[in-house]
């Protein structure tokens, strides 16, 4: 058995005891497998040889998966996931090897904070996604559903009340512009968990993710609204309720000072997102993103984005 394939059987074991020593070991493999790593490793002089802590670990910058094809070793992808940017400014793209492997952690991680899939109905509303086409998040709500209740899918405004209604457990996910048109005919909504993915799309204008979830709360009489940060170029997700925001064992979201990549701020400094998602092992674990956030018992927020980035379809800007 391969190095990689090992690795993704014990991931689910990573614990924070073992968690650093597992991220030198893929640190490791991807700078001996990773070409466009290797060489912004060497570049930096970050190798193997003296990287011997977590926090000495290079993040590859997140625009590298517009330009390369990010893979650790030779092999044909199975699935190709493409970003929501726009044709002007390139989408990222993330080549999957092995997509069980994806929709194992993604159920996994899922189901160890809301409980089993089948207990529950999606009610999908992900229009502007499913219209591009080849996004992560719709591959992983197709799968959730493949658990969940007969009468999952997705919908339009249309023709959802009827569903928001019934007794059943629902999970009602969906982009922040359509969960807000949504919410203003202020639904009958009953047993659902709402979760926002942000993003609106230019549908309308920007606002803080406690303005939304304010609206959000409001207009479908829950008390909580849940929150799920995924990216294209991650393999695992983090959610949060209330917009405090945790990954699961295999990864782990750390601060990086603006103007110092190597630095890192403890809770309640506002900086650059790093995210280590140990599930990409096939690409690259060690993601610097373009978000702002901060870290805050135990948990992260995500407060925005760096100015001149492109808006992503899955965060919100301030």
């Known amino acids: 058995m391969s190095f990689a394939e090992e690795f993704k059987h014990r991931i689910f074991e990573i614990n924070e005891e073992t968690f650093q020593d597992s991220s030198l070991a893929a640190f490791e493999y991807q700078y001996s497998n990773c070409q466009i790593f290797h060489e912004y490793c ?48 390139g989408r990222s793209q993330h080549f999957i090897k092995d997509l069980p492997h994806y929709h194992q952690s993604a159920k996994s991680n899922f189901e ?61 996910i969906g982009v922040s512009y359509a969960l807000l048109d949504l919410a203003e005919k202020a639904p009958k909504t009953n047993n659902a968990i709402i979760m926002e993915t942000g993003g609106m799309k230019g549908r309308r204008k920007e606002m803080t993710r ?23 170029e991650l393999q695992s997700q983090a959610y ?42 096939d690409t690259c674990c060690f993601i610097e993103t373009k978000d702002l956030g901060r870290l805050r018992n135990e948990k992260f927020e995500v407060l925005g984005r760096f100015d001149n980035s492109d808006i992503r379809g899955c965060n919100l800007l301030i």
Not at 210 to 232: A, C, P, Q
Not at 250 to 262: M, S, T, V
């Open 42 to 89: 060497n570049h930096l002089k970050k190798t193997p040889k003296n990287v011997n802590r977590l926090n000495e670990i290079p993040f590859l910058p997140i625009e590298c998966f517009k330009n390369h094809a990010v893979k650790s070793g030779e092999w044909s992808e199975a699935k190709i996931f493409k970003s929501s940017g726009t044709t002007a400014s």
């Open 112 to 172: 160890a904070i809301f409980g089993s899939l089948s207990e529950f109905l999606i009610v999908a509303i992900l229009p502007s996604y499913q219209a591009q086409g080849d996004s992560s998040l719709i591959g992983m709500v197709d799968y959730f559903m493949r658990f969940s209740k007969p009468d999952s899918g997705y919908f339009l405004e249309e023709n959802i009340d009827h569903v928001l209604s019934t007794t059943d457990k629902k999970l009602v």
């Open 210 to 232: 406690g303005e939304l979830h304010s609206n959000l709360k409001r207009g479908f009489g829950v008390d909580h609204i849940w929150s799920e940060y995924g990216m294209t």
């Open 240 to 281: 949060g309720r209330d917009g405090n925001f945790s990954f699961p064992s295999w990864a782990r979201c750390l601060i990086r000072d603006i103007n110092d990549p190597f630095t890192y701020l403890p809770e309640e400094k506002t900086g650059g997102i790093n995210v280590i998602d140990l599930a990409n092992i």
